[in-house]
Structure formats: structure tokens, C-alpha cells
């Protein structure tokens, strides 16, 4: 049982080591993919993008001094870890009008900007009409989330000030990107990051609360599941999967370290079992 639960451990330290190799791989070629928590940095609100009926609108035109803003750095054709944001916001967007607390279009305004240069505004207004659909019983969701489209060089300046680093492989077609959302102040300044693809009503509603009085949060804790690396094309979510696979073999090697310290120890106590009985004998 000891040599077989020995190879089972190395075997387990293999599989890691492999992880290891495997991991440069999943990583944008093309740069470091990461979002870098810039508190207290303005966005430039003179940025231009086309909105979901393709009218051409400033970034500070969702800004109006009076109401904080969570941005969204998507993509809208992805059917992973961007339409799980989506579907997490709506979800926490529509708990907040049913709590009575916080209003999408009253109280806080949501802007999706999208990180591939080559959706469209007909693209976004689809992803809006799904989004409303959702959030029917919400009269002002309309006025209070908007779909964002455009260039590569109207998109560097935001998503720069955002900390938000992404990028795209033209040989695998590939856009590398992060997951996580900010909320700014009235004015225009990062208040609060969240990372991942969840945020629970409750701690959003609080950063709201906090960037409605133009204050600036505290640093988010990197979460392990919050980057992801997904294919435009086949819409594959390799960095979610290899983090698990990672995780899974760091306690599947935790485990059978403990579970060979536990046979040690009951093979211990029963020598010195065996001892001291002999030795009882022999007095």
C-alpha cells in the first residue's frame, strides 16, 4: 500500500510540473493579460465610441455627476466567462430594484464596452435586447445600460485607464482577456475593481454607495478563477479549465500526502502497542 500510494504521489507531482508547462502556452502572446487595479484614475470621458443604435456618443455622456457608473469590458458574442458577467449582473442589477435599494437608470448607470474591434453596433444592440428581456420588469434598464462598440484606438485609451490589458492573436484568432468589472464615481474615477465573473448584490451595492460620494475603495483580492483566456471562434474557455485542473491536482497531492502521514502515525502506534505488550510479558 506504501509503494503504491508513493507512486500515486509522484505521479500527482508529475501532472503539476506538467501544469506548469502547459500554462505559458494558454497566455496572450502578445502581451501581459491582466487588469491592474488603478484607484482613483480618471477615464477620459472625451473618448468616442458607437453605442448600440450606432450613433457615435462620448464616454462622458454616461457621466453625469450625479450617478455612479459600473463598467464592463466584454465581449459579446462570447458564450463563456463574459456571458456569465452579463447574466451575473442582471441577475444582481434586478435583486437591487426588488431590495428597493438601487435602481439601474435612477440610481447607477452600467456601460458595456466591447474589446473586439469588430462587433457592431447591430451586435450590441442584439446583446441589449437579451439583457432588457431579462430585466422587463425594470422601466428605467433601458435608459441605464448601454452596449458599446469601436476601434482598437478608441478602445486603448479606456481600457488603459482601466488597467484592463487584453490582446489578440491573429494566428488562433484568439482574444486573451481578464474578467472583472469597475465602478466609478460620478465623475469619472475608479472607485472599486471587482475580478471574476460573479458580484453578489450586496458588495456592489455598497461599492455603488461608496463611489456615489466620489470616494475610492480599497484594492480587490485576486480571486483564482478570475482570468480567463477564451477563443472568439469555438468560444473555449481554457484558462477557467486549467485553473481547476490545477487546483484539483494541488489537493489531490495534499490529500495523499495526508493520507500517507495518517498510516505512518497508525502504523507507529501500533509498533509501540506491539512493544509495550512484549514488554509487559517479558516483565
Not at 83 to 92: G, H, K
Not at 253 to 260: C, Q, S, T
Amino acid at each position: 500500500m506504501r509503494r503504491f500510494l508513493l507512486l500515486v504521489f509522484g505521479f500527482g507531482l508529475a501532472t503539476g510540473a506538467a501544469f506548469g508547462q502547459i500554462e505559458p502556452i494558454l497566455k496572450n502572446p502578445v502581451g501581459n493579460v491582466s487588469i491592474t487595479q488603478r484607484l482613483g484614475a480618471q477615464v477620459p470621458l472625451d473618448a468616442t465610441f458607437q453605442d448600440e443604435s450606432g450613433k457615435t456618443v462620448t464616454l462622458g455622456s454616461f457621466f453625469d455627476g450625479k450617478k455612479p457608473v459600473v463598467m464592463m469590458p466584454v465581449y459579446y458574442r462570447c458564450k463563456q466567462a463574459c456571458a456569465v458577467e452579463l447574466d451575473q449582473m442582471v441577475q444582481s442589477v434586478a435583486e437591487l430594484q426588488q431590495q428597493k435599494v438601487m435602481l439601474i437608470g435612477k440610481d447607477f448607470t452600467v456601460v458595456c464596452i466591447s474589446i473586439d474591434p469588430q462587433e457592431t453596433p447591430q451586435i450590441a444592440s442584439d446583446r441589449k435586447a437579451d439583457v432588457l428581456a431579462e430585466l422587463r420588469d425594470c422601466p428605467t434598464a433601458g435608459d441605464g445600460w448601454h452596449f458599446l462598440t469601436g476601434s482598437v484606438a478608441q478602445l486603448d485609451p479606456v481600457v488603459t485607464a482601466l488597467g484592463f490589458r487584453y490582446g489578440y492573436d491573429a494566428k488562433s484568432d484568439r482574444i486573451d482577456h481578464s474578467a472583472g468589472i469597475m465602478v466609478l464615481t460620478p465623475q469619472g474615477k475608479i472607485s472599486q475593481y471587482f475580478y471574476g465573473a460573479t458580484f453578489e448584490p450586496r458588495p456592489l451595492r455598497d461599492a455603488l454607495a461608496l463611489a456615489d460620494e466620489a470616494k475610492i475603495g480599497r484594492k480587490a483580492q485576486v480571486f483564482l478563477f478570475g482570468c480567463v483566456v477564451m477563443d472568439p471562434v469555438t468560444h473555449h474557455l481554457s484558462a477557467n479549465i486549467m485553473a481547476i485542473t490545477r487546483l484539483a491536482g494541488v489537493l489531490f497531492v495534499l490529500g495523499i500526502g495526508a493520507a500517507m502521514l495518517q498510516m505512518n502515525l497508525t502504523a507507529r502506534r501500533r509498533e509501540q502497542r506491539i512493544l509495550g505488550g512484549l514488554n509487559e510479558k517479558l516483565l
